[in-house]
Structure formats: C-alpha cells, structure tokens
C-alpha cells in the first residue's frame, strides 16, 4: 500500500500546470518539422516533381542544423515591444508561433509543380521559425520548471513533440485523402494556436537563466559576445570527449535524414494510398 501511495505522489509532478503547459508546448513545437520533410515530399510528389528535385527540397530544413548560429540573439535579446508586455521568454515564444503560423499559410498557398522556388524558400522561413520556437520553448521549459521537475517536462515535451509529429504525419496524409494540400497545410497552421494558448495562459519565468548580466553590459559588445556566445562554447570543447560527441550529434540520424526524405514518394510509387501510409 505505501508503495501504491509512493507511486501516486510521485506521479503528481506530471499534473502540475506548469508541466501540463510544456506538453502542448511541445506539440506546437513537434508540428512544424514534418511539414518540411515527409509530408511535405507527398505532397511534391502528387504535384508531379521529380524524386531528383524533391531530394534537394531536403535542403530546406538546414536551418534545424544551424540554429545554435541565432541561439544566443533569443537567449539574450529582447523581443520588441512585446517583451514589456509578456517577459522576455513569453514574446520570443508568440513571436515565433505567430510568425510560424504565418509561414505555414503562405506555404499553403503555394503550388509547387508551378513556382517550386517559391515552395522552397517559404519551406525554408517555416523551417526557420520552427527552429526559432524550438530554442525559445526550451529554455522556457527549463526556466518553468524546478530541478525536481526537470525530467519530467523533459518526458512531457518529447511527448507533446510525438504527437505533433503524427498530427502533421499521418493526420496532414491522411487529410489529403479527402482535401486539397492547401487546405491541409492551411488546418496544420492553424494547430500552432494550441502553443499560443499555451504560452499567453502560463507565467513568465522570474529571472531567466542567460539573462544580461551587469558584466555583459559593462562590457559592451564584447562583453555581450563573450557571455552568450564564446563562453559557452569554451565550456563545452573543455570537457572530455567533445568531439565524439559533437560528431554523434551530427551523424546518428544521418540515415533517417537521408531516407526518410523519400519514403513516402517511395510508397506511393508502390501503389499505397494516404490512408495506407
């Protein structure tokens, strides 16, 4: 019986409104990235465009690979003029869902086997709001939270993040069954109000990690460039084995990039519906 009760008190931590919050956070921040990748090469492949090409649309989400390059600017500089109004971290987090939102519906309103230059470059802005929201809700996740409950929004995020996966996977696909591709990523873009909601309900965390300290400002730019960017780097390349690390990073989904790009042309070409796949 005490290790029932054990079990209930410990399970608590995943009922707390601010862990709740990193959940739908997280879905908003998992939605974006299929629509860039998988889904997205479906739908080039119902528009007639060649594998060649829609293997070179994989390009579109280098801005996921480099986003550390902006990291820092987020970290430490505030949004204008919504940042008086919602906290530094909460109008980095609107600013990008709402410029995410933006995005996704002008990529729905375009028709790739007639302006493919143009589905590229706004796949590449969605991709680059995506990877914005992405730096922003993690560092509100890790500020919200407290160490005990560290693990657990971590545990909610991914989560949250699967099932946005699958609502821009195998629910855009399987909406394209019945609608149009313009309608379906027009009905994507809409789902990113569920982070919105999200973030204007939750608080602000009271003193974000990776603020301005009196140094950064004292030392003007220079002091500014060391704090958010130079010293972090020293850090990590001063601990044992960075660079196997940093070349696991780099490497280990190297074949998931490589093949998941053209499954789905793959499937289709083997005589599977949407529903199907």
Same mark, same amino acid.
């Given at each position: ?85 919602? =906290?530094?971290?909460? &109008?980095? #987090? !609107? ?5 995410? %939102?933006?995005?996704?519906? +002008?990529? /729905? ?41 560290? =693990?657990?929004?971590? &545990?909610? #995020? !991914? ?5 946005? %996966?699958?609502?821009?996977? +195998?629910? /855009? ?41 009196? =140094? ?62």
């Amino acid at each position: 019986m005490s290790q029932a009760k054990s079990w209930i008190e410990t399970s608590k931590v995943y009922f707390d409104r601010r862990v709740l919050a990193v959940l739908f956070l997280g879905f908003s921040s998992g939605l974006p990235l299929l629509l860039v990748f998988s889904t997205l090469s479906l739908w080039l492949k119902d528009e007639g465009i060649s594998k060649t090409v829609i293997g070179i649309f994989a390009l579109v989400r280098t801005p996921y690979t480099f986003k550390f390059l902006w990291a820092p600017l987020i970290d430490r500089l505030p949004f204008p003029f919504l940042a008086a109004r919602l =906290g530094r971290r909460r &109008a980095w #987090v !609107v600013a990008t869902q709402l410029a995410l %939102m933006a995005a996704i519906l +002008a990529l /729905a309103t375009t028709t790739p086997s007639l302006t493919p230059g143009l589905t590229a470059v706004l796949a590449v802005v969605v991709a680059f709001c995506s990877a914005s929201q992405d730096i922003v809700i993690d560092a509100y996740r890790i500020e919200i939270l407290s160490e005990e409950q560290q =693990g657990a929004g971590a &545990a909610m #995020v !991914v989560n949250g993040y699967r099932v946005g %996966m699958l609502m821009a996977g +195998a629910g /855009a696909i399987s909406l394209a069954d019945v609608l149009s591709w313009h309608a379906v990523y027009s009905i994507m873009a809409a789902m990113v109000v569920v982070g919105l909601v999200t973030i204007l309900l939750s608080p602000e965390p009271q003193e974000p990690a990776g603020g301005m300290p009196d =140094g950064d400002q004292a030392g003007g730019r220079w002091g500014w460039l060391q704090g958010a960017v130079v010293a972090p780097f020293s850090d990590f390349m001063r601990r044992d084995g960075w660079v196997f690390i940093l070349l696991f990073i780099m490497l280990y989904k190297l074949g998931d990039a490589y093949l998941g790009v053209m499954a789905n042309p793959f499937y289709v070409e083997m005589g599977f519906s949407k529903n199907e796949i």
